[in-house]
């Protein structure tokens, strides 16, 4: 008969050994779900830019719906380790939330400053004071991202307790 302190340390070491595909599976979704999200609010229903505003509406159109595929072959590519993880009863959920923090963060922190500002295929509206829109998008991004990174140093902390005990 298995104890509770079994499985309890069968499953701290199942997390252990699997802990970055846990990091990987969370942040592809909350890369795939972020770029979802910006092309669904501000390419398609704001109608502010497309992913690509450098030529005809045509080809802007067409790039968003590349970007569009990319970002949902992203979420579903998360999903589909997220569902092996499970199966695998190695899923840990605060870890892969740092990843989706992680994931969200770093696409939206690239998309406002190379995508917006290195590389100007778009901007995220056309106005004459677009640096309140940069100014949010990018804080934001970096809320994101130092969130991700605390959850995540704290899972690596209590895996590095867990395997030392």
Same mark, same amino acid.
């Given at each position: 008969m298995e104890t509770n302190i079994t499985k309890r340390s069968v499953t701290s070491e199942?997390?252990?050994?699997?802990?970055?595909?846990?990091?990987?599976?969370?942040?592809?979704?909350?890369?795939?779900?972020?770029?979802?999200f910006d092309e669904v609010v501000f390419h398609q229903l704001l109608h502010w830019h497309h992913f690509y505003d450098k030529s005809t509406t045509s080809i802007g159109l067409v790039s968003d719906g590349l970007f569009h595929a990319f970002s949902w072959f992203a979420t579903i590519g998360g999903l589909f380790l997220f569902a092996d993880l499970r199966r695998r009863s190695a899923l840990w959920l605060t870890r892969w939330w740092g990843g989706v923090l992680l994931g969200a963060g770093i696409f939206q922190f690239f998309d406002g400053t190379i995508q917006h500002k290195v590389w100007r295929i778009h901007q995220i509206r056309y106005v004459d004071n677009v640096y309140?829109?940069?100014?949010?998008?990018? !804080?934001? $991004?970096?809320? +994101? !991202?130092? $969130?991700?990174? +605390? !959850?995540?140093?704290?899972?690596n902390r209590r895996t590095k307790d867990a395997k030392h005990a």
């Open positions: 199942t997390r252990y050994h699997f802990k970055m595909r846990n990091t990987i599976s969370g942040y592809l979704f909350g890369l795939g779900f972020v770029a979802f309140i829109y940069d100014w949010i998008w990018n !804080i934001t $991004a970096v809320i +994101m !991202i130092i $969130a991700g990174l +605390m !959850i995540t140093l704290r899972t």
